[in-house]
T-cell receptor, first 113, second 114 residues
Framework: QQQVKQSPQSLIVQKGGISIINCAYE??????FPWYQQFPGKGPALLIA?????SEKKEGRFTISFNKSAKQFSLHIMDSQPGDSATYFC????????????FGTGTRLLVSP | DAGVTQSPTHLIKTRGQQVTLRCSPK?????VSWYQQALGQGPQFIFQYYEEEERQRGNFPDRFSGHQFPNYSSELNVNALLLGDSALYLC?????????????FGEGSRLTVL
């Protein structure tokens, strides 16, 4: 049972463009939504995260937009750079206590020079 | 400050064998989680250890077992290996019970089952 659906599966963006990755969740108990970045041969690294009490969070070139009523959230990468080429995973978790993340299937981003 | 370290980085086993993977959490962390990442997929939660006890478990069979030691390091054991167990096994660490979401992942152990 996939609780977090991610799209697109792959994305090619020109340098300087905007990369947009979307996720949708089913479980309304989810209250924490992080995005992870994974380079080949490496483990995922936390990029940015949001809780449902805000609709947007920005950190540098990375922005999360959150739509609680639609149960959707998205990652925007402004001024995309070749160094941003990686696989991006959205995730979700619920409640307090021990962290258990449910991941999306990933989006492979390629930023062309 | 050492991050999460895992060993071995790569290993090859045959069907029916058993494997043990090891993880040392980031300094200051006391909670260890294990995830399985199949090729082209997102990580899937296996289980989590805190105070040397399994606290949560994902949808994985009993062939998957673990342990946490007093120094917070952890092992993942998989018995009776199947071809489908081939994956990248990721260890993640965090501090205590706070649901901050700041899981720190290691680089993983890539298991190939032939």
């Amino acid at each position: 049972q996939q609780q977090v659906k991610q799209s697109p599966q792959s994305l090619i963006v020109q340098k300087g463009g905007i990369s947009i990755i979307n996720c949708a969740y089913e479980n309304t108990a989810f209250d924490y939504f992080p995005w992870y970045q994974q380079f080949p041969g490496k483990g995922p690294a936390l990029l940015i995260a949001i809780r449902p009490d805000v609709s947007e969070k920005k950190e540098g070139r990375f922005t999360i937009s959150f739509n609680k009523s639609a149960k959707q959230f998205s990652l925007h990468i402004m001024d995309s750079q070749p160094g941003d080429s990686a696989t991006y995973f959205c995730a979700a978790s619920k409640g307090t206590g021990f962290q258990k993340l449910v991941f999306g299937t990933g989006t492979r981003l390629l930023v062309s020079p | 400050d050492a991050g999460v370290t895992q060993s071995p980085t790569h290993l090859i086993k045959t069907r029916g064998q058993q494997v043990t993977l090891r993880c040392s959490p980031k300094s200051g962390h006391d909670t260890v989680s294990w995830y399985q990442q199949a090729l082209g997929q997102g990580p899937q939660f296996i289980f989590q250890y805190y105070e040397e006890e399994e606290r949560q478990r994902g949808n994985f069979p009993d062939r998957f077992s673990g342990h946490q030691f007093p120094n917070y390091s952890s092992e993942l054991n998989v018995n009776a290996l199947l071809l489908g167990d081939s994956a990248l096994y990721l260890c993640a660490s965090s501090f205590g019970t706070l649901n901050t979401g700041e899981l720190f992942f290691g680089e993983g152990s890539r298991l190939t089952v032939l």
